[in-house]
């Protein structure tokens, strides 16, 4: 579970609910496909763009929201009054482009861009009273990869994504044949997961402590089996970069998106490596002298993967499943949200939900599967024509799974039904 020690503090600090009744599965699961045994329904629509999400132990759910044009971004709580598996009740507060969602000692932790923020959950309220504290401030405003995750350790202490503001580190972003930049600088105060007391107000990144370097983009961490785990978004366009050694499908199917276990010290070689998924193999990018077979410098210092996914899924959001409703198969294992791609012509690969099953020893103890598909009707080729992309993936109180849409802020439950 990515939150931790919310407990008897939070239940006093959020509203509440009525004797649910059994909650009833839409006849079309919401329009989505899932394993045999399970089922989903439609809890609310059209909240905005609906990134990750936190439940509290009531069973009401905090949603994180983007900033865009005629949504201030900030947080929506959702409350279902009547207790029939529908949010029926809605009250946006705060403002600004949220990603990371999370409780701790009775206070809901937001991350943002540059900030990560918190508010005390007042007893017997849907939403706070009182106004935001800042937690930590100062991180990079550049755009580009700045959205942040959030968890907890359950011992004091919370950890954040910093993503890299850049594709590869070139001397020029995203220009042809443009080299990379040796050593790079980005890596200094990006490319990694910071580690910062939750206790404390006002820190700076300076405060915290990098635990892990390496990383491209990462908007997902999660706590399970004693550490922080994220999935890697890899690099875009590297046959428009380097045309001379790459083909269209060398960057459609080659640069792996990667689950990685972030034990401190860990360095996971972006971005003078990359792992192509159709080898496995760990290579030099183009950037530094690599031309699709060559190893080089990659040979040795890069920490090993959990696991490899299929190029341009564009993870988001990854949380360990330890509830009770689902099957034994999967309990501690691993629910990972992908996005889908904007740079794989000429269809792109559409977002799904996918499980990963991890051991005891918080290794993959087996090869994903796809949990939930078929998010849009029909072939996707353009970023226009995408009608939902899932986001963020939540735990209820009962072992339910909700999973939240970034395109129109649809937000399914999947439930078992045996």
Not at 8 to 32: E, H, K, T, W
Not at 204 to 218: W, Y
Request: net charge negative.
């Amino acid at each position: 579970m990515k939150y931790l020690l919310a407990g008897l503090a939070l239940m006093l600090a959020v509203s509440v609910v009525p004797a649910l009744a059994v909650p009833q599965c839409d006849a079309d699961n919401g329009g989505i496909t899932l394993p045999k045994g399970f089922c989903a329904m439609v809890v609310v629509n059209n909240l905005g763009a609906a990134r990750h999400a936190v439940a509290a132990p009531n069973g009401d759910l905090y949603v994180a929201l983007r900033a865009e044009t005629g949504s201030p971004g900030g947080v929506v709580a959702l409350h279902d009054s009547k207790g029939d598996g529908h949010f029926d009740v809605q009250q946006k507060f705060a403002s600004g482009s949220s990603t990371g969602i999370g409780f701790y000692n009775g206070y809901l932790y937001v991350a943002q861009p540059t900030q990560v923020i918190r508010f005390k959950m007042a007893p017997g309220q849907l939403v706070p009273a009182g106004q935001p504290e800042t937690v930590v401030s100062g991180f990079d405003p550049a755009r580009e990869h700045n959205d942040k995750g959030i968890t907890f350790d359950g011992k004091g202490f919370f950890y954040v994504n910093v993503g890299s503001p850049s594709n590869a580190c070139q001397v020029r972003d995203r220009m042809k044949g443009s080299p990379g930049q040796d050593p790079c600088p980005v890596l200094e105060k990006h490319s990694g997961i910071w580690k910062f007391d939750a206790t404390k107000l006002d820190q700076t990144q300076n405060d915290g402590t990098k635990i892990v370097t390496g990383l491209r983009q990462e908007p997902d961490v999660a706590w399970g089996h004693g550490a922080v785990y994220t999935v890697m978004n890899n690099r875009d366009s590297i046959d428009q970069l380097f045309p001379d050694h790459y083909t269209g499908e060398d960057n459609n199917d080659g640069p792996a998106e990667m689950m990685y276990r972030a034990d401190p010290g860990s360095n996971f070689g972006w971005p003078y490596c990359y792992v192509d998924y159709r080898s496995g193999k760990t290579l030099l990018a183009p950037e530094y002298g690599g031309d699709g077979k060559t190893v080089g410098r990659c040979a040795t210092g890069v920490s090993p993967s959990v696991a490899t996914f299929p190029a341009h899924w564009a993870p988001v959001d990854v949380n360990f499943y330890e509830g009770k409703q689902f099957p034994a198969h999967y309990r501690d294992g691993a629910f990972i949200a992908f996005h889908g791609s904007w740079n794989r012509a000429p269809e792109e690969r559409q977002g799904a939900v996918v499980f990963q099953p991890i051991g005891a020893d918080g290794k993959a103890s087996g090869k994903f599967e796809i949990f939930a598909s078929e998010f849009n009707p029909g072939p996707v080729k353009t970023q226009a024509e995408y009608t939902a992309r899932p986001d963020g993936v939540a735990v209820a109180p009962d072992g339910s799974l909700y999973i939240t849409d970034s395109q129109k802020g649809k937000i399914w439950r999947v439930l078992y039904s045996g």
